[in-house]
């Protein structure tokens, strides 16, 4: 079983133009190499629009056995290193996070 984490890259996320000084496909490459060292543990993805564009850069993990969290305003290096160490130790999510936790745009009223 693997943990999967999905990565906005619609019109809103990772896009230059909403977030000029932040470098998306840095973001992309960083999870892209720990999925690389993971070995078959974790697979990176990106999605053209999760329709969470109000809460842009989103990040989606879906840990094993889990729910998906739903993480928005993934723009800042400090919020990828508790993103990083969450998916490389596992277990539950860094307290750290949870000021990034959004609601998916179905269970919004």
């Not at 932040?22 to 990176?44: I, K, W």
């Not at 993990?61 to 400090?78: E, Y």
């Not at 290193?81 to 009223?109: V, Y």
Request: net charge neutral.
């Amino acid at each position: 079983m693997r943990d999967y984490v999905t990565v906005c890259r619609g019109c809103c996320c990772g896009t230059v133009k909403k977030h000029p000084d932040y470098d998306h496909e840095e973001q992309v490459r960083r999870l892209t190499a720990l999925a690389a060292a993971s070995g078959d543990r974790l697979r990176v993805r990106t999605a053209d629009c999760l329709d969470a564009c109000e809460h842009s850069n989103v990040v989606v993990v879906k840990p094993r056995g889990h729910k998906p969290v739903w993480l928005g305003f993934v723009l800042q290096d400090a919020t990828m290193d508790d993103l990083e160490r969450w998916l490389t130790e596992g277990g539950p999510m860094p307290a750290t996070l949870e000021l990034n936790r959004i609601e998916p745009p179905a269970q919004r009223a």
